[in-house]
């Protein structure tokens, strides 16, 4: 059953990239719609047990804990914008590998709060930031379009990393589902705003396109990240964020044999260089750091457990 769970939460994150190339180029849908219905519906789906069990959770949101959740939600919402944005600009395999530096971005950002990591964290952090080098440079020499591509999903990489460092300070008093509902609720809003403000629309689609939508909210938010939350209850942390990088081979594969997607030697070269140093700045890292603090009996634990499900 677990090795099932895996199979299902990699597939599920890993058709993200694909699903959202095929449903913004066969499709009217806009990047701000996907953003927008993919947190709307998945809030929806949070918010409705904690409604009928547990309706008090809700009450019990601090000033702190909202306002970490609204800087949270403000980082997700930015980054859908940039990564979805960047799937109609550069390949699904580029794109995907880019984004996935989140766990490296959340080591810069500690190392700029002083926190001291293995020289092994700082090696794969050296190897992965190659890898962005190689596909950027090779993409900047295809296309200025494609370079633009990268450079919104490296930056939709780095505020992923925000968005999992602010999640942690609110899940600290908050159970999953009441911060999920919260933050998936609010960057819905953020979204909506920002598709305001750009001229995108929210809905008139047709129904391949509204398909499109629904197949990478229960792929990528529902069925992907619920598997590997699952996970984390009989797996360490740790291992779980070890089986996520799967999700970079994952994406190519699946955006060559659906799309037809073609790349570079050298951008695989770039993606295996990625994927390495992902896998050596998780490894380096201690999984039970001081600090930590111990869940109440009947609470759920720190929000640090979650700290790799990603966002795709």
Known sequence: MTFFLAAMGVLGVASSGPLIAATLGAT????????????????AVMAAP?????PRQFRRI?????????LAAAALA???ACFIT???LTSVAAATALVCLQSAWIAV???FRGVRHHWQVLAGLGTAFAGVVAITGFDMGSSPQALLGDLLAV????????????????????????YTTLCYGVCAALVALLALVAGQPLAGFEAAGWLGIAAITVCAQLVGHTAFNHLLATMS???VSMIILLEIPGAALLAALFLGETLPAGTYAGLGLILAGLAVVVLGQKPGRAGRRPAARGQEPPSDRLAELGTD
Do not use: C
Not at 50 to 54: A, C, D, K, M, S
Not at 167 to 177: E, H, I, L, W, Y
């Open 109 to 111: 950002f500690q190392l």
């Open 28 to 43: 009217s849908v806009s990047a701000l719609a996907i953003a927008f219905w993919r947190n709307a519906i998945a809030a």
């Open 155 to 178: 930056a939709g990489g780095a505020l992923a990393g925000l968005y999992t460092l602010a999640g942690g300070k609110a899940r600290q008093n908050m159970t999953t589902s009441t």
């Open 50 to 54: 904690t409604l009928i069990q547990e």
């Open 237 to 239: 942390p740790l291992l």
């Open 86 to 88: 960047s799937l109609q």
């Open 62 to 70: 601090t000033r702190r804990d909202f306002a970490w959740s609204l």
């Open 78 to 80: 930015l980054h859908f």
